[in-house]
């Protein structure tokens, strides 16, 4: 081989060994960020599990306070009709609110 077909195959090696090189600090770099980022993800998904009997009970909570609040309207509406009754029949007795006390 003359000296020409040497050094270009020289200069093909060195940059070869820079690109094997910045592969290789790219992929460390790769490997830290990954590592870090599975590191979050267990961290979130351990909160996640921490938050989900509190899901569960606030949950738990709203559809308690939707019963009491339908059971307040459904008891609002029957001392409605009982005071409407009570109208009716004090007005029937000739009976007035005043003369009971």
């Known amino acids: 081989m003359d ?3 040497l050094e270009a195959l020289e200069a ?3 940059r070869l060994v820079d690109a094997y090189r910045r592969l290789k600090e ?3 770099q790769l490997a830290q960020r990954l590592a870090e980022l599975q590191e979050t993800l267990q961290a979130q998904q351990k909160t996640l599990q921490q938050l989900q009997p509190e899901r569960e009970e606030a949950a738990r909570l709203r559809a308690l306070v939707q019963t ?3 059971e307040r309207t459904l008891m609002r509406q029957k001392l409605e009709q009982m005071l409407a ?5 004090e007005a029937q007795m000739g009976c007035s609110p ?3 006390e």
């Open 3 to 5: 000296l020409e077909k």
């Open 26 to 28: 790219e992929k460390s």
């Open 98 to 100: 005043e003369a009971t």
């Open 85 to 89: 009754v009570i109208e009716r029949l």
């Open 12 to 14: 093909s090696l060195l």
């Open 68 to 70: 009491w609040q339908q």
